[in-house]
């Protein structure tokens, strides 16, 4: 009855509308504006406690991450799903994982994240969500071509647990190394002690949240990357369902809360540079395309032990360390000074890639 359950219009509804509650119940906890949960912020916050970059205001290990991952690894024992696999192109999902952090951070925010600030009354976030979509469009393009990364092969069971592995790895680090008020480094991460960073909900209610999310997720296939790939391809709305119960109970959870703050200006973690916001998302929107799957998309795939996702999850981080360190990400103030050329580049990097990896079809 459960899988008959989620796999139905009530199951994608019903995990939308569960984010739609907890991520600004999260925000209200602790977490950042409009930034209850957000894939691309939160993997930017990990790389930043490991060291990967030294942007001191985005540094916390976040356990909705990791919840994302061990959810969806007990979703898929209990259903009998854990299907270790891999080897289709793993150098070109990092490089898309990479080049898609880039332009969210330019954006500063995953697809989620967008229909959250949106739902908060942020409305930068319009121009974030067009380019999404502009993004996921040219890349049904590239599918409709006959694009195609290859099929992945059954692999040893190891491999679909190595990244479940790394997150219970990082889990221990923060139980080794909690946060003490007012100090930025413990042991061997790093913490912020301002910024975004330095906001976050108590440490096992995010981690519960991040729990129940990857088991619903995983189970319903929760994708908003895919919700727009099938409105396109297919004109079908199933996954399209949980993105409007995710923006929509968002939205009077906010309101309830009197979290909804409309406008432009003064936003959360938001900047007001129409045109990037949109360029940003589309390079994300594409290389999500390319990769078959959001970035919450993948971290439960990579729970339910598809080493290429494992790939792009990785990628993300790296690209979220290039980010900071070579002033590609933005802030506040507005896009940072090589972030339009990454985005520029990270398009030609897709096209590239879009145009070369097609077969014909007979």
Known sequence: ?????????????????????????????????????????????????????RAEVVQYMRPEIIGFVLGSLIAAYLFREFRPRAGSAPIVRFVLGAFAMIGALVFLGCPWRAM???AGGDWNAIFGILGLIAGIWVGTGFLRGGYNLGRSQETHTSVGWLLPLIMLGFFALILLNPQVEGQGQRGVLFYSIKGPGSLHAPLFIALG???????????????????????????QTHLFLGIVALVAVAFITN?????FNPGFANQPVAHTMSL?????????????????????????????GDGDAAIFVLGMITGAAFAHNFGLASSP?????????????GLLVCLFIGFTMRKKIA
């Open 276 to 304: 990037w916001n949109f360029g940003g998302m589309v390079l994300a929107g594409l290389a999500f395309a390319l990769a078959g799957g959001c970035p919450g998309r993948q971290l439960f795939l990579a729970g339910e």
């Open 1 to 53: 009855m459960l899988k008959k359950f989620f796999a139905s219009r009530w199951g994608i509804i019903s995990t939308g509308a569960f984010i739609g509650v907890f991520a600004p119940l999260l925000q209200k906890w602790g977490n950042p504006g409009n930034m209850g949960i957000c894939v691309a912020c939160f993997e930017r916050d990990m790389a930043g406690a490991l060291g990967l970059h």
């Open 116 to 118: 959250l600030r949106l």
């Open 333 to 345: 103030q507005g896009v940072g000074p090589h972030g339009i050329a990454a985005v520029i580049i």
């Open 209 to 235: 949240v991040g729990l129940a999310v990857g088991i619903l997720a995983q189970r319903s296939r929760f994708c908003t990357m895919g919700a727009f790939r099938d409105l396109i391809l297919f004109r």
């Open 255 to 259: 309101l309830i809360l009197k979290q």
